[in-house]
Nanobody
Framework: QVQLVESGGGLVQPGGSLRLSCAPIGFNWDRYAVGWFRQPPGKAREGITC??????????YYADSVKVRFTLSSDNSKNIVSLQMTKVEFEGSAVYHC?????????????????WGTGTLVIVSP
């Protein structure tokens, strides 16, 4: 069975930090770019970051809405991609999905997705 599993969502205060992780089951990242998307309640999905590969030296894109505050990284020993979120804002409340993408793009496109995670909920609240 092939799937992506996200973890690390939850409640965080404005200005706080949270780390999301994404692990593939049944495949590894070698052939893929990796992206993170988020969808706030009642709003459109946004591609917020994307890295062209997890093996090193990849190109990383960040949306203006998260640039400087969010960092995408990979741990190849664990086959995990993480999204470190700092200085989170109220607008950051959303369901966050990771995706295995056929190609890197800026911003990442969900039409390039081969595998889509089930999502993890982040709620930003005092």
């Amino acid at each position: 069975q092939v799937q992506l599993v996200e973890s690390g969502g939850g409640l965080v205060q404005p200005g706080g930090s949270l780390r999301l992780s994404c692990a593939p089951i049944g495949f590894n990242w070698d052939r893929y770019a990796v992206g993170w998307f988020r969808q706030p309640p009642g709003k459109a999905r946004e591609g917020i970051t994307c890295i062209s590969n997890t093996t090193g030296g990849g190109t990383t894109y960040y949306a203006d809405s998260v640039k400087v505050r969010f960092t995408l990284s990979s741990d190849n020993s664990k086959n995990i991609v993480s999204l470190q979120m700092t200085k989170v804002e109220f607008e950051g409340s959303a369901v966050y999905h990771c995706a295995a993408l056929r190609r890197w793009a800026s911003p990442p496109r969900d039409t390039d997705t081969d595998h889509w995670g089930t999502g993890t909920l982040v709620i930003v609240s005092p």
